[in-house]
């Protein structure tokens, strides 16, 4: 195929089309508009088949919750999370636009600030989620395929889905989502009789019910900043309920399936494995189900990455960067196999926590200047042409100070590992950082629109 056919401006005619993608962050004209909603379901319930669920299961127990209140955590936490990403992911129908170029309806030129922060957080997600693949591989094949070379394969095939693009991915999810169902399933069967569903929590107060509750929220808010991504090749005519209906089914449903069944086991681990990968093969007693857990493990990595890397593209495109959309895919890819080497030498278990805090404590504000931008535009689409010119930009000043002002505003709030703020210690622990930074933010981004127009239309 020539170089000119590979980098024009290439979109997928429909479902089941699995040329590259070339087309960018412009809005996607309605003549290319096409899918069934459903395959919202299973673009987000695939995903979060994968062991850093397991393992946040596990960590409301840490954290000194009984079986019933971390189910409760659990339930709560993927409500909020979860129905935070299906009302985003309305958007994407009505303007064509992914997730972050969408912001720039509201941050202007400013942008590139969540554009950067968002390009980076995707590959942070990736060396969370890859450290597990490359270790199911590793421990698959007895070792004989090391660290680095598993993890390798991991990111070749993730990469591979995502330079295809948009419909590659959803493709792959759609069918991944029955095996992995069927597979995981069948790890749940065999770990049943191994739950503690009396277990009691060794230190349960409010504190730590609401941090446990904002880590597993953390979980799915991540999913906010591409949450139209995956949606904006519908038809504008899809009615908004029915995309956050099948997108908050999807990803609600298998994050609380795989995160309280962390839970219910996490007694029955043995405590000198340090990474989930291990203790659910060691909990399995390996043989053909523990290889059943590997496999699933290893597609549901590539699953989760493939979108990480597709919604990096986007965000580097987004934040002004001119790459070629599968090029900037692979440029993640390839970083994230970078970062994932550097998670091996460090201490897991605080670095997945201080990761799920700290990558995404931005996302509350920026959620809300969203919400409430699409709210003073009435829903409407207006702009939207403009928005993949750079130039024609606006600065987006308001929005990036309302960003700055809920983030600032929230760090008292906070509690991580490595940094733990006067309001949440005097709270005993609880984390509230993202509802007063949603608050916040979102208050005072209207306040200077109000005040001082920067970006939405009369």
Same mark, same amino acid.
């Given at each position: 195929?020539?170089?000119?056919?590979?980098?024009?401006?290439?979109?997928?005619?429909?479902?089941?089309?699995?040329?590259?993608?070339?087309?960018?962050?412009?809005?996607?004209?309605?003549?290319?508009?096409?899918?069934?909603?459903?395959?919202?379901?299973?673009?987000?319930?695939?995903?979060?088949?994968?062991?850093?669920?397991?393992?946040?299961?596990?960590?409301?127990?840490?954290?000194?919750?009984?079986?019933?209140?971390?189910?409760?955590?659990?339930?709560?936490?993927?409500?909020?999370?979860?129905?935070?990403?299906?009302?985003?992911?309305?958007?994407?129908?009505?303007?064509?636009?992914?997730?972050?170029?969408?912001?720039?309806?509201?941050?202007?030129?400013?942008?590139?600030?969540?554009?950067?922060?968002?390009?980076?957080?995707?590959?942070?997600?990736? @060396? %969370?989620?890859? /450290?597990?693949?490359?270790? !199911? &591989?590793?421990?698959?094949?007895?070792? $004989? #395929?090391?660290?680095? =070379?598993?993890?390798?394969?991991?990111?070749?095939?993730?990469?591979?889905?995502?330079?295809?693009?948009?419909? @590659? %991915?959803?493709? /792959?999810?759609?069918?991944? !989502? &029955?095996?992995?169902?069927?597979?995981? $399933? #069948?790890?749940?069967? =065999?770990?049943?009789?191994?739950?503690?569903?009396?277990?009691?929590?060794?230190?349960?107060?409010?504190?730590?019910?609401?941090?446990?509750?904002?880590?597993?929220?953390?979980?799915?808010?991540?999913?906010?900043?591409?949450?139209?991504?995956?949606?904006?090749?519908?038809?504008?005519?899809?009615?908004?309920?029915?995309?956050?209906?099948?997108?908050?089914?999807?990803?609600?449903?298998?994050?609380?399936?795989?995160?309280?069944?962390?839970?219910?086991?996490?007694?029955?681990?043995?405590?000198?494995?340090?990474?989930?990968?291990?203790?659910?093969?060691?909990?399995?007693?390996?043989?053909?189900?523990?290889?059943?857990?590997?496999?699933?493990?290893?597609?549901?990595?590539?699953?989760?990455?493939?979108?990480?890397?597709?919604?990096?593209?986007?965000?580097?495109?987004?934040?002004?960067?001119?790459?070629?959309?599968?090029?900037?895919?692979?440029?993640?890819?390839?970083?994230?196999?970078?970062?994932?080497?550097?998670?091996?030498?460090?201490?897991?278990?605080?670095?997945?926590?201080?990761?799920?805090?700290?990558?995404?404590?931005?996302?509350?504000?920026?959620?809300?200047?969203?919400?409430?931008?699409?709210?003073?535009?009435?829903?409407?689409?207006?702009?939207?042409?403009?928005?993949?010119?750079?130039?024609?930009?606006?600065?987006?000043?308001?929005?990036?100070?309302?960003?700055?002002?809920?983030?600032?505003?929230?760090?008292?709030?906070?509690?991580?590992?490595?940094?733990?703020?006067?309001?949440?210690?005097?709270?005993?622990?609880?984390?509230?950082?993202?509802?007063?930074?949603?608050?916040?933010?979102?208050?005072?981004?209207?306040?200077?629109?109000?005040?001082?127009?920067?970006?939405?239309?009369?």
């Amino acid at each position: 195929m020539a170089v000119e056919a590979l980098t024009r401006d290439t979109m997928p005619s429909g479902e089941g089309d699995l040329s590259i993608e070339g087309h960018g962050i412009e809005p996607i004209p309605a003549a290319a508009r096409y899918g069934s909603v459903y395959r919202l379901f299973t673009v987000w319930f695939t995903p979060n088949l994968v062991p850093a669920a397991f393992a946040l299961g596990a960590l409301c127990a840490i954290l000194g919750l009984g079986f019933f209140t971390g189910l409760l955590a659990i339930l709560v936490g993927n409500v909020i999370g979860g129905g935070i990403v299906a009302i985003l992911g309305t958007i994407g129908p009505k303007v064509g636009l992914g997730q972050i170029p969408l912001t720039r309806l509201s941050f202007g030129k400013s942008i590139v600030v969540p554009g950067l922060i968002n390009w980076v957080s995707t590959i942070a997600w990736d @060396a %969370i989620n890859a /450290f597990f693949g490359a270790y !199911a &591989i590793q421990v698959l094949t007895g070792g $004989a #395929i090391p660290f680095p =070379v598993g993890l390798l394969l991991v990111i070749a095939c993730q990469a591979g889905l995502s330079v295809v693009g948009y419909e @590659a %991915i959803h493709t /792959f999810e759609k069918y991944a !989502a &029955i095996v992995l169902a069927i597979l995981f $399933a #069948i790890v749940t069967i =065999v770990l049943l009789p191994k739950a503690n569903f009396g277990m009691a929590g060794a230190g349960e107060t409010l504190g730590t019910f609401v941090l446990a509750t904002t880590i597993v929220g953390s979980f799915n808010l991540g999913w906010a900043l591409y949450a139209s991504d995956y949606s904006r090749y519908l038809p504008a005519s899809t009615p908004s309920f029915r995309v956050a209906l099948f997108a908050f089914l999807g990803i609600a449903i298998s994050a609380a399936w795989i995160e309280l069944l962390g839970l219910a086991v996490f007694g029955a681990t043995d405590a000198t494995l340090t990474d989930p990968v291990h203790q659910i093969n060691a909990l399995l007693g390996g043989g053909i189900i523990g290889a059943v857990a590997m496999i699933a493990i290893f597609f549901g990595t590539v699953a989760v990455n493939a979108m990480n890397d597709y919604s990096g593209s986007l965000s580097l495109l987004a934040a002004g960067i001119k790459v070629w959309r599968p090029v900037s895919a692979l440029i993640v890819g390839v970083l994230s196999y970078i970062a994932t080497l550097w998670l091996y030498q460090a201490n897991f278990n605080n670095t997945f926590e201080n990761y799920l805090l700290f990558i995404t404590y931005w996302i509350g504000p920026w959620s809300a200047i969203v919400l409430v931008d699409w709210q003073l535009r009435k829903h409407s689409a207006a702009g939207a042409d403009h928005v993949s010119d750079f130039s024609l930009l606006p600065s987006g000043r308001n929005a990036l100070i309302a960003l700055a002002v809920g983030f600032i505003v929230s760090i008292p709030f906070m509690d991580a590992t490595v940094f733990v703020g006067p309001v949440a210690t005097a709270l005993g622990g609880a984390d509230i950082a993202y509802v007063i930074g949603f608050i916040v933010s979102g208050a005072a981004y209207w306040l200077l629109e109000r005040r001082s127009p920067s970006s939405v239309p009369a």
